[in-house]
């Protein structure tokens, strides 16, 4: 079990990166949250398994045809007790 941090850059506000990032989550039975920043970027949290997070890191790297991610700084946090991911205003 891990939980990162992920500041992510790039066309990722306006373009339903959030919902986006909440269905990957889902699928690989990930908790945590994302939420925009007001400088254009995206924050979000993801905690469970190390594998399924680098699979949810990959999927959201890959973005959409209306997503474009040109970078994320990822760093490992302490886990915490959660059971659900959220979209965050």
């Known amino acids: 079990m891990a939980r990162y941090c992920v500041m992510v850059e790039g066309r990722v506000q306006g373009v339903g990166f959030r919902y986006y990032a909440y269905h990957c989550a889902s699928y690989c039975r990930l908790t945590g949250w994302v939420r925009n920043l007001d400088d254009g970027r995206v924050e ?14 990959a999927k959201i790297k890959e973005g959409s045809r209306f997503i474009r991610v040109d970078h994320m700084d990822i760093h490992e946090i302490s886990e915490q007790k959660e059971s659900s991911f959220c979209i965050r205003g």
């Not at 979000?44 to 890191?57: N, P, R, T, V």
């Open 44 to 57: 979000l949290e993801i905690q469970g398994d190390k594998d399924m997070a680098g699979l949810f890191l």
